[in-house]
């Protein structure tokens, strides 16, 4: 019948293998990073163990592959797993069989990183862990080579680039007063949560170029996205501007793979004739031996956006509610999500700073000495790293302890880590100032940090410029009795 042709979009394949490449990628990312960090952060020893998380879990709303039992080995060989899955859907494997074989590969990508996800507490407590497992899903969906590109998965990853953007800016929107006024820029940059190597550059711009970028930045997220509907070629040059100013916020910052995520969903709105119009290596004959989509294949995919579509509801009255939700999930599976990030922006950077001491006495007297972490700032010479897409957990929560309390359960627990030198945490660390030894004590100091300006860093050679706050936790010591002090 040649109405079912509709639902073939010939001319997109080269969109679907940036799409199953891309996100592949990033779930390899995920899984590198869940078995370098989960074991010392979550694990039996860690710091919020997951056997303890799952003695009141709720078995029937969190699915997991853990609910049964949790051990490392067991994490270590799900990660394994997840690992040779991507790997296998990066290079295409896959993608080479029947339609079924990348739909069960990402599925099982999705379902062992919920199974991750869904005990990670707040170490997983990010907006891009319940998108990349919507888009892992949805992904699932695009077929392979045997195949044409659904239509109306494609069209349903382009709803789901929409929910990102256009929700992150009307977070913005209904934000803080510096997203309406312009000056959101003049803090961000140095006040965000895990610098990048050219953060500091990108904040010493000057003010009327920040306010330039937020004026980009609101045409980007609250205009263009409404084109990745429009007919060719306004859509591909749609998915273009994101592509551009998703770029731009990767080398400007560390945001783990959110921005990463954005770029490659964004390829749902290129066509081929466009692609191979900005890049004529890229070939406009791509399904020449292709055969015809198969009704069995056709009506999962169907099924597939039926369900994806009847779940948008909820997602699409948040979009336009006065409270909104922000990263928000409205189903157990996580699919079909709210997002948004950043809707008020840190004016002041306050960063908390860990140091220990082997003296006898935590005095002034004492040689007190700092942890170094791998991506939040410290050291004041330091170039801040480009870490992203991989994501430093435990760098990232440290960020958020000034903002809320440090008296997060989890956080005692890794300065008691640090007076047993675990070397599982140290692992985590940069640097650690006593070689794998036990420090006699920890202690715990606020710090004001900004960047230095270019006359501050020609007569200095110091790139951070900091000044003490507070002293939220004094000294403690595993030999002595220690309580919460503030």
């Known amino acids: 019948m040649d109405w079912l042709s509709w639902f073939d979009a010939a001319d997109y394949e080269f969109a679907r293998q940036v799409l199953q490449r891309g996100v592949a990628a990033l779930f390899f990312v995920a899984f590198l990073s869940s078995l370098n960090q989960f074991p010392a952060l979550l694990g039996e020893r860690g710091l919020l163990p997951v056997p303890d998380h799952l003695a009141g879990f709720s078995r029937l709303r969190r699915p997991t592959l853990f609910r049964w039992r949790y051990s490392d080995g067991l994490l270590r060989g799900v990660c394994a797993a997840g690992l040779v899955v991507s790997a296998l859907l990066v290079a295409g494997v896959p993608q080479l069989g029947p339609p079924w074989v990348p739909l069960i590969a990402f599925l099982a990508l999705w379902l062992l990183y919920m199974s991750i996800v869904n005990v990670g507490q707040t170490f997983y407590g990010f907006g891009w862990e319940m998108l990349l497992l919507e888009a892992g899903f949805t992904v699932a969906f695009l077929g392979s080579d045997q195949t044409n590109p659904p239509r109306t998965i494609l069209i349903l990853i382009a709803w789901l680039v929409f929910r990102l953007e256009f929700g992150a800016g009307m977070i913005k929107i209904r934000g803080g007063r510096e997203w309406r006024d312009l000056t959101a820029l003049y803090y961000h940059h140095e006040t965000q949560p895990m610098p990048g190597p050219l953060s500091r550059q990108a904040h010493l711009l000057p003010k009327p170029l920040h306010r330039v970028e937020v004026v980009g930045n609101h045409f980007a997220q609250l205009v263009v996205p409404f084109l990745l509907f429009a007919p060719q070629p306004a859509a591909s040059v749609a998915a273009g501007i994101i592509i551009a100013t998703q770029l731009w916020l990767v080398a400007s910052g560390n945001f783990a793979w959110l921005n990463w995520i954005a770029i490659v969903l964004a390829f749902a709105s290129v066509s081929d004739p466009v692609a191979h119009a900005v890049l004529p290596i890229i070939p406009l004959d791509w399904h020449a031996g292709t055969q015809e989509t198969p009704l069995w294949w056709l009506a999962i995919t169907l099924a597939a956006a039926a369900l994806l579509l009847a779940l948008s509801y909820q997602p699409l009255r948040n979009l336009f509610s006065k409270r909104q939700l922000m990263n928000a999930s409205f189903n157990r599976w996580q699919l079909v999500n709210a997002y948004g990030a950043f809707g008020t922006v840190t004016k002041q950077r306050i960063e908390i700073v ?91 100091r606020r710090y004001h940090y900004r960047f230095a300006t270019r006359a501050e860093f020609r007569a200095s050679g110091n790139r951070w410029v900091r000044t003490f706050l507070s002293e939220p936790i004094p000294p403690l010591s595993l030999r002595r009795p220690q309580g919460r002090q503030g």
């Open 354 to 444: 860990v140091s220990g001491t082997l003296d006898d006495e935590p005095d002034t007297t004492a040689d007190w000495r700092e942890y170094g972490f791998k991506g939040k700032p410290g050291d004041l010479r330091r170039i801040p790293r480009q870490w992203a897409p991989y994501h430093l957990r435990l760098d990232w929560l440290m960020w958020f302890l000034p903002l809320r309390t440090v008296h997060e359960e989890w956080f005692y627990a890794f300065l008691g880590k640090l007076l047993e030198a675990d070397r599982a945490t140290l692992r985590l660390l940069r640097h650690d100032p006593f070689d794998g030894g036990t420090p006699r004590w920890v202690r715990v």
